[in-house]
């Protein structure tokens, strides 16, 4: 089983940046894809950023050119690289692996296991 643990949040101002991190317990590879997803208080969980091991990577419109996705294969780490953080970005974020192999757009996929969630607030 799977098991992932994601650090990094904390306090930012606008325009700053933050790096979250990911450990997996397990390589990699044994993953479909791993996607960064986040939920800012009462609203839903959105999908964010995400990757697979074809070379395929998705970012939500409102964060593409601030984050990226990225990954340590040797450390079993996914990074996610934010910058020109907003106070929208405001949230907890989760990341995600999916372990069902599949042709669906990144977004879409299926995530079947879950971290405990690192929330970041951004002042204005």
Not at 104 to 123: C, D, K, M
Request: net charge neutral; aromatic share 10%; with cysteine.
């Amino acid at each position: 089983q799977v098991q992932l643990v994601e650090s990094g949040g904390g306090l930012v101002e606008a325009g700053g940046s933050l790096r979250l991190s990911c450990a997996s317990s397990r390589p990699l590879p044994v993953t479909d894809a791993m996607g960064w997803f986040r939920q800012a208080p009462g609203k839903g969980r959105e999908f964010i950023a995400g990757r697979d091991w074809s070379g395929n990577m998705d970012y939500r419109d409102s964060v593409k050119g601030r984050f990226t996705i990225s990954a340590n294969a040797a450390e079993n780490t996914v990074y996610l690289s934010m910058n020109d953080l907003k106070p929208d970005d405001t949230a907890d974020y989760y990341c995600a692996a999916s372990l069902v192999f599949s042709s669906l757009r990144l977004a879409e996929r299926p995530y079947n296991i879950w971290g405990q969630g690192t929330h970041v607030t951004v002042s204005a």
